[in-house]
């Protein structure tokens, strides 16, 4: 079984069998981030550009970390000290690092659909960073792994999604992979910012409140209310957001014993995660950014195996 | 599966071979003591499991045993383009000032066991590093050689050897295909 794309521009391309041989090599590429050399010759020579359009701390230094420990070279280009400031189109700036050569461009853009925009024109393997409001696989395959870890398995467990579907493309994401590995999806959050058509994506249910979804859940996602993305439409005040939709330690009573607690980070406190499940013995939220490394050393390693061997 | 083939080693065979390498690793190292074994992914850590059962049962004393898989240290990366899955390298201990026999079942090119070796130092710097293999079949493209091997083989580039194991990863026969 091989991994036979160019590019990873979201889990909406793969198939379960692809999103698990990711899992499996980021699994046993774990042990490689404990070692006291942490580091391995694969990548030697290779060149990776992170190209971030948005800001990121954790997603950009995870995927630089996982690009130096496989001995990639790896050039950081941010939008605020890029040329797109000053009006540079999105293929120029393309074309202008390709001009220099490298392996793999790691993309993060506000706009959904520029990776494959951008996928379609370079020769090198593109990996999706973050586009928009539409994927995020390299969050989505460490939650995977996260929970396949704890419970080792994913098909058949209950995973409640709270908070802003629409724009998240963390949610989008793990939807598409979590259904795809036979996982049952609860989405919760004010009926503003659950996106219409949704239960198309495969074994998905929408809850109309935060109970529903977290009735015997295995896992609970918190995802992060975006203030810089949504404006101030989509709900009235931040308070009543987290009177209804917020998770604490009682509303936590109604999942499963061994219920796991994820967010993909950053965490507003005290809107839709109370600091006292944040930091509780159910949260697995700093081993998400621990195997974040392994998955996206596990992603650049596949990506840029070059051509399949013909048979 | 495949039977075809002509048989160069059954279970016995095997067996025989494993008991005359543990006890020539008992010689060269003076006994078991900083004595580590580390398999090769996949058949080298089957064949470390039967060396360390003879050579406990021999001294009397538990022997290390750890694994190594050698696929992220590959210099056919690009031919073999990634599309091979990493398995688990296993070393729980230091390596520091020991001396570890790596154990692989066929030693062929050599490629393989450079691999191991620069997997293994990033582990640490070990005293000394063995080599012990079931079959030698030659063909060797870099200068290494195995301290102790179960038998020697001469083949022809077209042929393939092939050790199998049991569902219980006990080794039962050695194989020389035609292809």
């Given at each position: 079984?091989?991994?036979?794309?160019?590019?990873?521009?979201?889990?909406?391309?793969?198939?379960?069998?692809?999103?698990?041989?990711?899992?499996?090599?980021?699994?046993?590429?774990?042990?490689?981030?404990?070692?006291?050399?942490?580091?391995?010759?694969?990548?030697?020579?290779?060149?990776?550009v992170?190209?971030?359009?948005?800001p990121?701390?954790?997603?950009?230094?995870?995927?630089?970390?996982?690009?130096?420990?496989?001995?990639?070279?790896?050039?950081?280009?941010?939008?605020?000290?890029?040329?797109?400031?000053?009006?540079?189109?999105?293929?120029?700036?393309?074309?202008?690092?390709?001009?220099?050569?490298?392996?793999?461009?790691?993309?993060?853009?506000?706009?959904?659909?520029?990776?494959?925009?951008?996928?379609?024109r370079?020769?090198?393997?593109?990996?999706?960073?973050?586009?928009?409001?539409?994927?995020?696989?390299?969050?989505?395959?460490?939650?995977?792994?996260?929970?396949?870890?704890?419970?080792g398995?994913?098909?058949?467990?209950?995973?409640?999604?709270?908070?802003?579907?629409?724009?998240?493309?963390?949610?989008?994401?793990?939807?598409?992979?979590?259904?795809?590995?036979?996982?049952?999806?609860?989405?919760?959050?004010?009926?503003?910012?659950?996106?219409?058509?949704?239960?198309?994506?495969?074994?998905?249910t929408?809850?109309?409140?935060?109970?529903?979804?977290?009735?015997?859940?295995?896992?609970?996602m918190?995802?992060?209310?975006q203030?810089?993305?949504?404006?101030?439409?989509l709900?009235?005040?931040?308070?009543?957001?987290?009177?209804y939709?917020?998770?604490?330690?009682?509303?936590l009573?109604?999942?499963?014993?061994?219920?796991?607690?994820?967010?993909?980070?950053?965490?507003?406190?005290?809107?839709?995660?109370?600091?006292?499940?944040?930091?509780?013995?159910?949260?697995?939220?700093?081993?998400?950014?621990?195997?974040?490394?392994?998955?996206?050393?596990?992603?650049?390693?596949?990506?840029?195996?070059?051509?399949?061997?013909?048979? | 599966?495949?039977?075809?083939?002509?048989i160069?080693?059954?279970?016995?065979?095997?067996?025989r071979?494993?008991?005359?390498?543990?006890?020539?690793?008992?010689?060269?190292?003076?006994?078991?003591?900083?004595?580590?074994?580390?398999?090769?992914?996949t058949?080298?850590?089957?064949?470390?499991?039967?060396?360390v059962?003879?050579?406990?049962?021999?001294?009397?004393?538990?022997?290390?045993?750890?694994?190594?898989d050698?696929?992220?240290?590959?210099?056919?990366?690009?031919?073999?383009?990634?599309?091979?899955?990493?398995?688990?390298?296993?070393?729980?201990f230091?390596?520091?000032?020991?001396?570890?026999?790596?154990?692989?079942d066929?030693?062929?090119?050599?490629r393989?066991?450079?691999?191991?070796?620069?997997?293994?130092?990033?582990?640490?710097?070990?005293?000394?590093?063995?080599?012990?293999?079931?079959?030698d079949?030659?063909?060797?493209?870099?200068?290494?050689?195995?301290?102790?091997?179960?038998?020697?083989v001469?083949?022809?580039?077209?042929?393939?050897?092939?050790?199998?194991?049991?569902?219980?990863n006990?080794?039962?026969?050695?194989?020389?295909?035609?292809?």
């Amino acid at each position: 079984m091989g991994f036979k794309h160019k590019d990873i521009l979201g889990l909406q391309d793969l198939s379960g069998e692809e999103i698990y041989l990711l899992l499996n090599t980021a699994e046993n590429m774990k042990e490689i981030n404990s070692r006291e050399i942490k580091k391995v010759p694969t990548l030697r020579g290779k060149t990776i550009v992170n190209l971030f359009f948005e800001p990121s701390t954790r997603t950009r230094t995870s995927f630089e970390l996982a690009a130096k420990r496989l001995s990639a070279d790896t050039i950081n280009i941010s939008a605020s000290t890029s040329a797109v400031q000053k009006g540079e189109t999105l293929s120029d700036t393309a074309r202008n690092i390709l001009a220099m050569k490298p392996d793999i461009i790691v993309m993060r853009h506000s706009i959904s659909g520029a990776h494959h925009y951008l996928a379609k024109r370079v020769s090198c393997s593109i990996v999706n960073a973050g586009d928009g409001a539409h994927e995020h696989p390299s969050q989505a395959l460490l939650d995977m792994l996260t929970m396949r870890e704890r419970f080792g398995r994913l098909a058949g467990l209950k995973v409640a999604i709270v908070g802003d579907i629409t724009h998240s493309r963390v949610a989008r994401s793990n939807i598409c992979g979590l259904t795809k590995v036979g996982a049952k999806i609860y989405l919760a959050g004010p009926p503003t910012m659950i996106p219409q058509g949704v239960e198309r994506l495969g074994a998905v249910t929408v809850c109309k409140t935060i109970q529903e979804a977290l009735d015997g859940a295995d896992v609970v996602m918190m995802l992060r209310i975006q203030l810089e993305r949504q404006g101030k439409t989509l709900m009235p005040t931040l308070r009543e957001y987290s009177r209804y939709f917020g998770l604490n330690r009682d509303l936590l009573g109604l999942a499963s014993p061994d219920v796991m607690v994820m967010h993909p980070g950053p965490m507003n406190r005290g809107v839709e995660i109370s600091s006292d499940v944040a930091d509780g013995p159910n949260s697995y939220i700093l081993q998400q950014v621990e195997n974040g490394v392994a998955v996206r050393m596990s992603m650049l390693y596949h990506v840029s195996g070059g051509e399949l061997p013909t048979e | 599966m495949n039977r075809d083939g002509t048989i160069i080693l059954d279970g016995a065979g095997i067996k025989r071979a494993l008991t005359r390498i543990a006890h020539e690793i008992l010689e060269n190292n003076k006994g078991i003591k900083d004595l580590v074994l580390v398999g090769i992914r996949t058949g080298g850590i089957y064949l470390a499991d039967e060396l360390v059962k003879i050579l406990e049962e021999i001294e009397g004393e538990t022997v290390t045993v750890g694994s190594v898989d050698i696929t992220l240290y590959r210099d056919d990366f690009k031919g073999h383009a990634a599309h091979m899955p990493v398995g688990r390298t296993d070393i729980p201990f230091s390596v520091e000032g020991k001396n570890v026999v790596l154990v692989d079942d066929v030693l062929f090119t050599g490629r393989t066991i450079r691999a191991a070796m620069d997997a293994l130092m990033d582990y640490g710097r070990p005293r000394t590093v063995q080599l012990a293999v079931l079959i030698d079949r030659g063909h060797r493209e870099l200068p290494i050689r195995a301290d102790f091997v179960g038998r020697n083989v001469p083949t022809s580039l077209k042929e393939n050897i092939l050790v199998r194991f049991d569902s219980g990863n006990h080794p039962v026969e050695v194989v020389l295909q035609k292809s």
